[in-house]
């Protein structure tokens, strides 16, 4: 690989703006401000050049599993979802037993500090049994703050967010815990009252869990946790844009109310993601994939999704009509943010790591680099 490359050409989509017929310079694995006369240039004439997908929060793919896999297994999810433009990803664990849980904490921390993911989130077990969606209601349990703890340490630093039912006992205490070890504390698989969200955020709470999925809906009486977590400027709000979560307009709606500041897109996906229909297990319950979509093969409850993020961007940018620079920030700087490692990745400025999505014009994803290497190649005609 040459050391320097100049992607030439493209609509450059930077935290400033769009630029046209723009170039980015990649210096080993890194983006820099200038490169040597001669270097090699790649004609990137109308298409995007966008930083790599940041998604914090996603279960599995390439038909494997981040809860339960081998380390083997999760790096396949990790790479089927590279190969759709997500550079930086987040191992999400379902529900299960303390010990279990703990244990994968100990052995995924070591992927992320080898940098192959970016930290670990639970979503459970600290959750509502009358919003557990995809989760064994056998292994829900309140949220004691030291078992929350228990959890934070046995991921040795590498556990970016836990999502809890904050109006359950121990929930308030275990927000304020999450808050001074600097793990993100986010608000989902809830059943909380408008003022319980309210006073969940007051104590430090950031996130929401897949705004609207696994909560009470709003009401004009009783506009429960998301008119709480739409209106407070503390909070991010996570959104699956696959078309079978939210309605279009829920889409809208929150992207108007939240800004695209506040907005982070994730996938939740689960194994099936970039692999196919078919029957899989989320955790210890099984779902069955059809036309994409993943339900409990028990209750039919929507089980994750089957989503990548070049699906996601193409469909803000196209059906919901959003700006590129806000999907861009939704699906990148956010979540980047939040993460804490926007010093690294989450847009194209010299310094950051080489992490770049090429789509064309209609959105399609043609090229992926992650650290200057060609995951995706734009210029072969395998491209898809």
Known sequence: ??????????HVVL????????????DGGRITGSAPE???????????LVPGFVDMHNHGGGGASFTSGTVDDVLTGVRTHRLH???????????????????????LSELAEQGEIAGLHFEGPFISPCRKGAHDETLLRDPDPAEVRK??????????????????????????????????????????TYEQTAAAIDAG??????????MPALGHRTPGPIAALLEDERITVELINDGTHLHPAALELAFHH????????????????????????????????????????????????????????????????????????????????????????????PGKDAD??????EFNLKGVMRKGEWIVDPTAATAV
């Open 151 to 192: 959890l934070i340490d046995a991921g040795r630093g590498q556990a970016k967010m836990v999502t809890l039912a904050t109006e359950l006992p121990g929930g308030i205490d275990s927000v304020r815990l999450l808050a001074e070890h600097g793990v993100i504390a986010a608000i989902g698989h809830t059943d909380a």
């Open 356 to 361: 770049i999505v090429v789509l064309d014009a």
């Open 258 to 349: 939240a800004g695209p500041e506040r907005v982070a897109f994730i996938t939740d996906a689960m194994d099936a993601a970039g692999f196919g229909d078919g029957r899989y297990m989320l955790g210890p319950l099984e779902v069955e994939v059809k036309d994409s979509v993943a339900r409990l093969v028990e209750g039919g409850s929507i089980a994750g999704s089957t989503l990548t993020l070049d699906r996601a961007f193409q469909r803000a940018a196209t059906i919901d009509g959003l700006p590129v620079e806000s999907v861009v920030q939704a699906i990148s700087a956010n979540p980047a943010r939040l993460l804490g490692v926007y010093d690294r990745v989450g847009s194209l400025e």
């Open 85 to 107: 433009g997500t550079t930086t990803v987040v191992a999400s664990f379902v529900t299960g037993e303390m010990d279990f849980l703990t244990q994968r904490a100990g052995l």
């Open 38 to 48: 001669g270097a090699p240039a790649i004609d990137l004439t109308g298409h995007w």
């Open 15 to 26: 935290p400033t703006g769009i630029v046209e017929n723009g170039r980015v310079i990649v």
């Open 1 to 10: 690989m040459a050391d320097h490359q100049v992607l030439a050409g493209a």
């Open 205 to 214: 709470a950031t996130v929401a869990t897949h705004l609207y999925n696994a």
